[in-house]
């Protein structure tokens, strides 16, 4: 299951077109519906957008498969265990709220694939009606076994934080080693495969599909590089299989259906409706070389926007390894009150502003106007800090889900793995503040403040 192994293409958003190597010519030429498709196959259309979606946001590709997804019997209703998108059954809850990482079980004790595994922590809107997102942590110890999984309601970010994930999907196999995320959108059917305990985070987006934020005064280049996003190349399998599950999220509810074959019997697709993985190392940083802190947005890696200007319905950032160079400054996030909500977390080493009780694996959400920002013991080190380069976050990597959505906690997340003492790391910030004996005396500044 080494890297080396699969083979993507390179390119965010492209016109992709893929043949497994076993059937060449397996993509009809010149139209996408030919009387008779080579090989045999079918071909199937998968709208990612409305047909008439403008063309910048139009998404869909043809699969050409062995049988049509439609050969399934019906869905029936299954436990969704964790899973709920069901806001109004808890009373909403405005603090600090910080968790520890969820444990995995010992695969003797009790076995867990990747859907039964997954736990909502927080989210706001719907499905129905497309408008939303949901927070989940994942924890599993098995592989999804002839069975697949697909989310009718939005599209999947997946951050994986302890394990690799080695994932086959429609459009072929993608691994997602700790420190990659992937995306896997609406109607894409995946399966994953695990060695051992494995862990992360997941977003799931109701509104739309995540893009490359845009640049600005930046320039053509940095952050996230259309290059470096990959996607796999056709693979198919000719299996069949008594009773494959096939695992629909629908409106928030599990449900199954059941066929005798693979679902992974696609043998050549065409189109940029397809999933992705990004390693977070090819991030190109940018940040102040001058004073202050540049706000967070400046390490946005993916959004989906909402259809207010510049507002997303989340973005999702990361905090990589960087030098710290600003002059005058207090360097960490600074104190903050946001109109928009922000779920953190870490999947190694250690975050900034709080070195300690935010640990890889776990988790904080500072909801809508919820104060937050640097702990006691953060804010006494970087007011006292000799302002020299230093290279921060060094083997660390946190990420944020920023929303402008207010999220509601789930009743599992409000009593599971909390840290009821989080507002305590803020408790012996003290009173810096003393009016001037006399007037000559003035406001007292750091060294070499500029004004
Ligand atoms: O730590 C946080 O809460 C996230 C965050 C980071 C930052 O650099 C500035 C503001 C902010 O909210
Ligand atoms: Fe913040």
New binding site residues.
């Given amino acids: 299951m080494s890297n080396d192994e699969l083979k993507y293409m390179s390119g965010f958003g492209n016109e992709f077109a893929s043949e497994d190597p076993r059937c060449p010519g397996a993509l009809p030429k010149g139209q996408n519906s030919p009387q008779k498709c080579p090989y045999g196959l079918y071909a199937e259309q998968l709208s990612g957008s409305a047909f008439t979606a403008p063309r910048e946001s139009n998404v869909r590709s043809w699969l050409y498969r062995i049988r049509p997804s439609v050969l399934h019997v019906p869905f029936k209703n299954i436990d969704r265990g964790l899973i709920t998108h069901d806001w109004n059954k808890v009373l909403p809850n405005p603090n600090q709220l910080r968790w520890m990482p969820t444990e995995i079980p010992k695969v003797k004790e009790k076995k867990v694939d990747f859907v039964q595994g997954l736990s909502t922590v927080c989210g706001a809107g719907d499905p129905g009606s497309r408008h939303g997102l949901c927070i989940y942590v994942y924890i599993c110890n098995t592989s999804m076994n002839n069975k697949c999984f697909y989310t009718s309601d939005g599209d999947f970010l997946i951050v994986p934080q302890k394990g690799s994930l080695l994932i086959t999907t429609e459009f072929g196999k993608m691994k997602v080693d700790p420190n990659e995320i992937c995306v896997i959108q609406q109607g894409m059917r995946f399966n994953v495969a695990v060695e051992g305990e494995t862990r992360g985070y997941m977003l799931e987006v109701f509104d739309g599909h995540f893009v490359l934020p845009n640049l600005g005064p930046i320039g053509a280049n940095g952050l996230a590089n259309p290059r470096d996003f990959l996607t796999p190349v056709a693979w198919f399998e000719d299996r069949d299989v008594k009773g494959y599950k096939v695992v629909s999220k629908y409106q928030g509810h599990l449900f199954e259906a059941q066929q005798d074959h693979s679902p992974f019997d696609v043998v050549a697709w065409h189109g940029n409706y397809a999933p992705y993985k990004y390693a977070l190392d090819k991030f190109m940083t940018i940040n102040t070389v001058d004073f202050d802190?540049?706000?967070?947005s400046i390490?946005t890696l993916l959004t989906c926007q909402s259809l207010k200007p510049g507002t997303a319905i989340a973005d999702f950032?990361i905090?990589p390894p960087r030098w710290s160079v600003s002059e005058h400054t207090f360097r960490?996030?600074?104190y903050?009150r946001?109109c928009m909500s922000?779920y953190?977390g870490l999947i190694k080493g250690s975050?900034e502003?709080?070195e300690e009780g935010f640990v890889p694996g776990g988790g904080?959400l500072?909801s809508m106007m919820t104060p937050?920002?640097?702990d006691a013991q953060c804010f006494e080190t970087a007011s006292n800090a000799d302002l020299k380069p230093q290279r921060i976050a060094e083997g660390t990597m946190?990420f944020?889900f920023?929303s402008s959505l207010s999220l509601t906690v789930t009743e599992w997340a409000n009593k599971n793995k909390v840290d009821a003492g989080y507002f305590k790391c803020w408790q012996p910030l003290k009173k810096h503040f003393s009016l001037p004996k006399t007037a000559e005396e003035g406001p007292s500044k750091s060294k070499k403040q500029k004004h």
């Fill in positions: 802190h540049a706000d967070p390490f950032v905090f960490p996030p600074y903050h946001n922000e953190m975050y502003a709080k904080t500072h937050h920002g640097p946190a944020m920023e």
